[in-house]
């Protein structure tokens, strides 16, 4: 089983459209847990951390299964400025080995 | 005022030629990596330094060694270059190794081996 595994997509929406991704973890002591977004041919970058107790950003929640080692975000009213691809990150420490690991990432198109 | 700064940006090269990768970071973090992005856009860990010493190297081949000179600076030096090589390599960097800040990126540099 791979660490983190996402939704492969791609997912084709129309604006205003609300959009769900979902991620499994294998880790069952991984620590914290991330959404990185990564637009095309750029860098990633942190769209928000993922917390026990659901957390929202504006249009985006994200939330956390512990016990099913499951995340998920959702994104509601999709913008054409939402097509990127989301990357499910988690973070996990071993002895002094502290890295993040990444999904491959859900493709999102929004179309007008 | 570039956060994390990598050159150079494209990077075409032969088989067999031996080339560096530069990133410099002006946050003041003290941790600083490498990932590898392949063709299907896998993104993975390579190297992880903090103040400068090694911590994490992902069974990355001997061909590839990375050397910070100091806090802000971490480069790539690869040998012998492979057509499976090609992909596009970020440099990124984060407050402290433990704590899971947020990871900064560089903008990448994307190398082709011909």
């Known amino acids: 089983r791979k660490e983190v595994e996402q939704d492969p997509g791609p997912f084709n929406v129309p604006e205003g459209a609300t959009v769900a991704f979902n991620c499994t973890y294998s880790?069952?002591?991984?620590?914290?847990f991330f959404w990185y977004r990564q637009d095309c041919r750029k860098e990633p970058k942190l769209l928000m951390s993922v917390y026990s107790s659901g957390n929202e950003d504006g249009r985006f929640t994200a939330q956390l299964n512990r016990a099913s080692q499951y995340i998920s975000l959702l994104i509601r009213d999709s913008k054409l400025s939402d097509s990127a691809t989301y990357l499910c990150?988690?973070?996990?420490?071993?002895?002094?080995?502290?890295?993040?690991?990444f999904g491959k990432g859900t493709l999102l198109t929004v179309n007008p | 005022d570039t956060a994390v700064s990598q050159t150079p940006k494209y990077l075409v090269t032969q088989m067999g030629n031996d080339k560096s990768i530069k990133c410099e970071q002006n946050l003041g973090h003290d941790t600083m990596y490498w990932y590898k992005q392949d063709s299907k856009k896998f993104l993975k860990i390579m190297f992880s330094y903090n103040n400068k010493e090694l911590i994490i190297n992902e069974t990355v081949p001997n061909r590839f060694s990375p050397k910070s000179p100091d806090k802000a600076h971490l480069n790539l030096h690869i040998n012998s270059l492979e057509l499976g090589d090609s992909a596009v390599y970020f440099c990124?960097?984060?407050?402290?190794?433990?704590?899971?800040?947020?990871?900064?990126f560089g903008p990448g540099t994307r190398l082709t081996v011909l």
């Open positions: 990150v988690v973070f996990n420490s071993g002895g002094s080995n502290y890295k993040l690991t």
């Open positions: 990124a960097s984060s407050q402290e190794l433990a704590s899971a800040d947020t990871q900064y």
């Open positions: 880790n069952s002591a991984s620590q914290s």
